[in-house]
């Protein structure tokens, strides 16, 4: 089966900088890649995902980009704000309705 | 905005016991799936159900496990004679296949097996 592995699991950054974290990926099948943000206590939200069609995504602050020949996907956060601190996923699926795979999670410190 | 919503928000009960966990997914999402989270870790895939069936399950979905939609809006998730190691968060996700296929989680149900 699938297997998503995620670094790093943790990251501390000042204020305004960026932060990159990084997902590799076993199962050349997977072509949809959400990235969520989990606060403490709080649901998994997804914040933007990619898909195997496209080699980058941009939304506002967040990126996402991709490289199937090489199965990894990265997720870039640029200006990062004190409200960016949380645990950050990635996840693999084959697709629509199937089971999504996660990393294990980065937790992300952004200090002011 | 919709959101899968879900019931009780904090279980807790004794080894062996029977659980049910409740969860109302998005209306017009017709693919429903159960994950759940140890303290501390990653999410881990249970279950996915689609048109009345099981259509995935992982290692961690034994005979222990079950799921049913039993009405129009509610699906749930049962824990026959609950384990020490159950204790998790257990979230419920549903999707719309006919979308782009995300993924969106409800709040989750925090289960403590005593």
């Known amino acids: 089966g699938e297997n998503v592995e995620q670094h790093p699991s943790t990251l501390s950054v000042q204020e305004g900088d960026s932060a990159v974290i990084k997902c590799t990926y076993s199962?050349?099948?997977?072509?949809?890649f959400p990235w969520y943000k989990q606060e403490l206590g709080k649901r998994p939200q997804l914040i933007i995902d990619?898909?195997?069609?496209?080699g980058e995504k941009k939304d506002q602050r967040i990126a996402v980009t991709l490289n199937k020949t090489a199965k990894h996907f990265s997720l870039h956060i640029t200006e990062t704000q004190p409200e960016d601190s949380a645990v950050y996923f990635c996840?693999?699926?084959?697709?629509?309705?199937?089971?999504?795979?996660f990393g294990g999670g980065t937790r992300l410190m952004v200090k002011p | 905005e919709p959101e899968v919503t879900q019931t009780p928000s904090h279980q807790v009960t004794q080894m062996g016991q029977e659980v049910i966990l409740r969860c109302v997914p998005i209306?017009?999402?017709?693919?429903f799936y159960w994950y759940r989270q140890i303290l501390g870790q990653k999410v881990e895939f249970l279950v996915s159900?689609?048109?009345?069936?099981?259509?995935?399950k992982s290692e961690i979905f034994d005979d222990q496990f079950s799921v049913e939609r039993p009405d129009g809006s509610n699906f749930t998730l049962k824990i026959r004679s609950t384990k020490l190691e159950d204790s998790a968060m257990y979230f419920c996700?549903?999707?719309?296949?006919?979308?782009?296929?995300?993924?969106?989680f409800g709040p989750g149900t925090r289960l403590t097996v005593l």
């Open positions: 996700a549903s999707s719309d296949p006919s979308g782009r296929g995300e993924q969106f």
């Open positions: 199962d050349s099948a997977s072509n949809y």
């Open positions: 990619i898909r195997s069609n496209v």
């Open positions: 996840a693999a699926s084959i697709g629509a309705g199937n089971m999504l795979t």
């Open positions: 209306s017009n999402h017709l693919y």
């Open positions: 159900f689609y048109n009345n069936e099981i259509s995935e």
